[in-house]
Structure formats: structure tokens, C-alpha cells
């Protein structure tokens, strides 16, 4: 079981009306709790015949972080063209008006600016994914 | 010919409804548009796919055109059906649905240009025969021109908008002197509501009755008509009920000369697809046409049900490139049918009643059809049309037909808004409809006699 398996977990969770899951995997057990809707969840790592226990507890972020969303509906690029560099890298400074990415829509490049000066934590989207208005495409910590 | 892959409907609410039930029958997978304060509406959760395009303004999701190509786009629809009201009418979005390569399901951007242009509608009309109301020949720009077409017609006269329609632009006038106030209102009402200030004049025919006929065609040029549904009550120019067949339509002849006239008009433009032809009828049963509505209408299931044509697959199946499969000869009309607009209106004056529906209790039985978008717990936005329900009935007779609706009408309960549902109740109960007695001026004066109605008195022996 991989951290990133976890986050994968937690966010299933987050999205549904799942109050808890358990799952068993290659000698592995997890079992996720939500307390409340917005109360940090616990997660328990038990490996079979063995000791150690780790809590994780992963805090709502997401009232400090800033979402940027799509004000229009398209496809989702995270760079100018397909060999390009993305705009924004996760971690990356961005300013107020920055490009962070394109929306492309009937063959039109829209460029989606930065809203504040803040660093970039994480992308929502696939690069090349459809999105519609008001879909969220990156979360930001402001500065 | 196989049909469509994918349809998106660009449009909300019953209607949105009614067309994914019919391309869910067909096989069509179903995608469903809608602004940022819909996500809990019914056309969502029925479609197979859904995209937000917009924030609740019109303009910026329901009329928004590139919002709406980009939502084709983007789930690979093959096909738009744009519903009736937003961008139904709009000849630009129907030519850029066909440049982006999708299926506009509806007639041709020159038909919906030429329905959308009601002065030149009236003249081709005229010039291919088809009895027109008395009027101009085609838009006044002057004051001269105004009063030598109103002198001509003969007073009184309504002037229209070119680019009208719901009543705004129109005025009536009575006399010579009226007409030049009347001109200056009615263009800047037109102006404000279309960005158009063009008018044209017609002569006024008081009391008359609205008829109007439907119409299906394909690309061959076979076009026949469904019969006609007469909508006179109406307020303020917006039907409230219509029903099929007109009440006088009791002979045959006068049946068949209206259906063939409404199949004349549309041949007159080569329409294609669905449409409805609409006529005004004088209390001498003269037919006049006034103008073509390009796109299907609120009230096609009242001709649904008395023809059993599916109107909207027929549509669907027509923009596929499908022949008519229907003869004129086939379309065999029974029964009577009713149909009650239901709105989240104050039953009095009619003012808009948005809000939650906290109960909901839809009538049964047989005969009986309800085409709805609202569900318990839903809420009536107040940035749309206020039109929740629509209450077909079907009977063998009109009476049968008025005798359902009252039933239905009395089981049909909408808790948490005001509804018209009262105020229809009064127009099934009274005695001039029940008759078949009644015009456009029917509502108007039923309104007005409400105050007049005695109160309880009270005898003592």
C-alpha cells in the first residue's frame, strides 16, 4: 500500500457519502474513518502480525487554499503545445495574471490566469481532460 | 439509416426532459447542458452525460453559444436538439451547429431566418397565395408609409414587430390619431427586446381566434400537416391552454382547409423538420396566417395525443435523413385533448412564485399525461420561465376531455409555490368555454368579471 494509494482512498472518500471503508491488500489492512464531514480523518495502517500502527491525519486543506476554476467549458492542457514545458509546475511561485494553463475550446486557445500571487499545490485535472464551467483546476496557497 | 450517436439538448427543463426520453427510445445516448444553479435538475440526472456551460444568467450559459459548441465538443455529440425558447430561433446558432460538423435537429438556418423575419414571412405568404391578414406590404419606416398601409387596411390596426413576438412591439390602435404615439412606443419596445426596430402593420381583427397547425417534413419536400390545436386563452400574448380539435372546427372541410393551409405555407418556404404554422381565424371562420413558429413547440402534446405521433422522435429521426414515413392519409385524429400550462404563478395576478416545491402529487389514470421537470424538494429557480407542468388530457370527447382535466386538476397538488392550477380550474368551470365560446380576449374578460362575481349572501327564513 503506497501513500499515493491512500490519497486515492481519501479523496474516494471525500467525494462520496462513504463515512468509512476498509480494505484489505497484500497482507495489508487500511481502514479510513470520517468523523463529521469536515473533521480531520484517521487513517490506520495495520500490517498483519506486526507492531506498528501509523495515524495519519490529513486536515482539511482546502479552506486556506485558493481553487481556481474553469470559466469555460473545454479540454485542459497544462502546457502551450505538446512538447512545451507546463505553464505552472506543482510547488512552482505563480503571480496575480499568470498563465497557469489553456482551455482549449472549438480549436480556440484560452489562457487561464492566475487569480493571486500564491504557490501552485496541486492540480485537479489530467492534462487533456474535458472540463466544464466552474470545474476546479488547481488549488492554490495564496502568499 | 442510422440515427445519432449522441444527442446534446441545449436547452432546460420539461422540454430538456421530453427530448431524452425520446432519444433514449430511439437508443441515443443523452447529454445534458446546464447553468451552475441547475445540478439538480431533473434534464441532469436523466441524461446519460451532463456538462456544466455557465452561471445562471441566460446569456452566459443558455444563450451562450461557443458554452454550448464546446460542451458538443468536448462529449463527441454528434447531434444538437435545441428545445423551444434560448437559441431555438436563432438561425446563427443553427449555421454554427452545422459548421462545427453536429446535426442541428430542426428545420434550415433559412427557415428559421425567414420565420424570425415576420414582415418578409407575410409577403411570401401573400405572394404564394397563402391568405394573409390584411396588412402592409412588408416593414413601415416612415410615419407616411405607416398611415398610408393603416388608411389602406382600415382602422383599427396593430402594429407588430418584424422581429417580434411574446407581444412586445405591438400596439393597437384605434383611430388616425393614436397611430403616431403608438409607432414611437411600439419601436422602442422592439428595439429594447430585439435589437431590432423594424415594424410592419396589420389590420386589427378583434375577438379572433388563434389556430394554429402542425407541421412535419423531411428533406424530400413531404410535408403533411397533424391537424391544428386552437390557443386562444391566452394572457398578454401567452397561451395558457390549448386543445385539438378547435372547438369549431366541427366540419371537416373547415378541418381539412386549415390543415392544407398550413401545409401550403410551410411548401411556400421549403420548411423541413417540425414546425408550426400560425393562423388567426375571424368570427366568419376567414383564415388568415400570421407566422411560422421554426422549432417545436410547448404544446405539441396535445396533437400527440390525438394523432399518436411521437412528434419529438419523428424530429429526431427526420434530422437523421429519414423519409416521412407517414401519408397525410395515415394521420387519423381521435378524440379530443386538453392541455393546462401549469406555472409558479400567483393564479390571480400571475406574478412569479419561485421557491422550493416541498410536495408534489401528480394526477393518474387513464387519459391522463403529465410532461414536468419538478420533483419534490426541487427548486423553482427564479431566473427561468415559470412554466413547471404541463397537464395534457385525452378524451373521446370534449367533454370527456373537460371532465378529465377537472378531475386531474383537482388531484394535481404543488405545496411550497404558487401555481396557475386555480385559475384553470375557474376557465374548465366556465360556461362560455365549455361552449367553445371563446377567443383571445376570453382570459382578459374572465379576469375582469372575477370582481364582479356576487359575494355569499345570506337569506333567512
Do not use: W
Not at chain 1, 462513504?18 to 484489505?24: A, G, S
Amino acid at each position: 500500500m503506497e501513500i499515493d494509494d491512500l490519497k486515492e482512498l481519501i479523496d474516494l472518500l471525500k467525494e462520496t457519502d462513504i463515512t468509512e471503508l476498509q480494505l484489505e491488500k497484500d497482507g495489508t489492512k487500511v481502514r479510513i474513518k470520517r468523523e463529521r464531514m469536515l473533521s480531520p480523518m484517521e487513517i490506520q495502517v495495520q500490517k498483519f502480525g506486526g507492531l506498528q500502527e501509523k495515524v495519519i491525519s490529513a486536515t482539511e486543506e482546502e479552506t486556506r487554499l485558493i481553487t481556481i476554476t474553469s470559466p469555460i467549458v473545454g479540454t485542459f492542457y497544462r502546457a502551450p503545445s505538446p512538447e512545451a514545458a507546463p505553464f505552472v509546475e506543482i510547488g512552482s511561485r505563480v503571480k496575480k495574471g499568470q498563465v497557469l494553463c489553456i482551455v482549449e475550446a472549438m480549436k480556440l486557445m484560452n489562457e487561464i490566469e492566475s487569480e493571486i500571487d500564491g504557490a501552485i499545490i496541486k492540480a485537479l485535472v489530467e492534462n487533456g481532460q474535458p472540463v466544464e464551467y466552474g470545474e476546479p483546476l488547481f488549488l492554490i496557497e495564496p502568499v | 439509416m442510422k440515427l445519432f450517436k449522441k444527442i446534446l439538448i441545449a436547452s432546460r427543463g420539461e422540454i430538456a426532459v421530453r427530448v431524452i426520453r425520446a432519444s433514449k427510445e430511439l437508443g441515443i445516448r443523452t447529454v445534458a447542458v446546464y447553468s451552475d444553479v441547475e445540478k439538480d435538475s431533473l434534464h441532469v440526472r436523466l441524461a446519460d452525460e451532463s456538462v456544466c456551460i455557465g452561471p445562471a444568467n441566460p446569456t452566459q450559459s443558455y444563450l451562450n453559444i461557443p458554452a454550448i459548441l464546446s460542451a458538443a465538443e468536448i462529449t463527441d455529440s454528434d447531434a444538437i436538439h435545441p428545445g423551444y425558447g434560448f437559441l431555438s430561433e436563432n438561425h446563427h446558432f443553427a449555421e454554427a451547429c452545422i459548421t462545427s460538423g453536429l446535426t442541428f435537429i430542426g428545420p434550415t438556418p433559412e427557415n428559421i431566418r425567414l420565420g424570425g423575419d415576420k414582415a418578409k414571412a407575410r409577403q411570401i405568404m401573400k405572394r404564394k397565395g397563402v391568405p394573409v391578414v390584411p396588412g402592409s406590404d412588408g416593414p413601415v419606416t416612415t410615419e407616411e408609409m405607416a398611415m398610408k398601409a393603416s388608411k389602406k387596411i382600415g382602422f383599427p390596426v396593430i402594429i407588430k414587430a418584424s422581429a417580434g413576438g411574446g407581444g412586445h412591439g405591438m400596439r393597437i390602435v384605434k383611430e388616425e390619431k393614436d397611430l403616431e404615439q403608438a409607432l414611437y412606443v411600439a419601436q422602442r419596445e422592439a428595439l429594447t427586446a430585439f435589437g431590432n426596430s423594424e415594424l410592419y402593420v396589420e389590420k386589427y381583427i378583434p375577438e379572433a381566434r388563434h389556430i394554429e397547425v402542425q407541421i412535419i417534413a423531411d428533406n424530400k419536400g413531404n410535408i403533411i400537416h397533424l391537424h391544428e390545436r386552437d390557443c386562444s386563452i391566452q394572457r398578454r400574448h401567452q397561451k395558457l391552454i390549448e386543445e385539438s380539435p378547435s372547438p369549431i372546427s366541427t366540419s371537416e372541410k373547415f378541418r381539412k382547409k386549415i390543415g392544407e393551409l398550413g401545409v401550403k405555407a410551410a411548401r411556400a418556404i421549403r420548411y423541413r423538420n417540425v414546425g408550426t404554422v400560425e393562423f388567426i381565424v375571424n368570427h366568419d371562420s376567414n383564415i388568415y396566417f400570421m407566422e411560422m413558429n421554426t422549432r417545436i413547440q410547448v404544446e405539441h402534446p396535445v396533437t400527440e395525443e390525438i394523432t399518436g405521433v411521437d412528434i419529438i422522435k419523428e424530429q429526431i429521426k427526420l434530422a437523421a435523413g429519414l423519409p416521412l414515413e407517414y401519408k397525410q392519409a395515415q394521420i387519423k385524429p381521435s378524440g379530443h385533448a386538453i392541455e393546462c400550462r401549469i406555472n409558479a404563478e400567483d393564479p390571480e395576478r400571475f406574478i412569479p412564485s419561485p421557491g422550493k416545491i416541498t410536495y408534489l402529487s401528480l394526477p393518474g389514470g387513464p387519459g391522463i399525461r403529465v410532461d414536468t421537470a419538478i420533483y419534490t424538494g426541487y427548486v423553482v429557480p427564479s431566473q427561468y420561465d415559470s412554466l413547471i407542468a404541463k397537464l395534457i388530457v385525452h378524451g373521446k370527447t370534449r367533454e370527456e376531455a373537460i371532465a378529465k382535466m377537472l378531475r386531474a386538476l383537482d388531484e394535481f397538488i404543488i405545496e411550497g409555490v404558487k401555481t396557475t392550477i386555480p385559475f384553470h380550474k375557474k376557465v374548465l368551470n366556465n360556461p362560455d368555454f365549455i361552449k367553445g365560446d371563446y377567443n383571445t380576449t376570453f382570459v382578459e374578460k374572465i379576469n375582469g368579471s372575477v370582481r364582479k362575481e356576487p359575494a355569499l349572501s345570506v337569506t333567512t327564513d
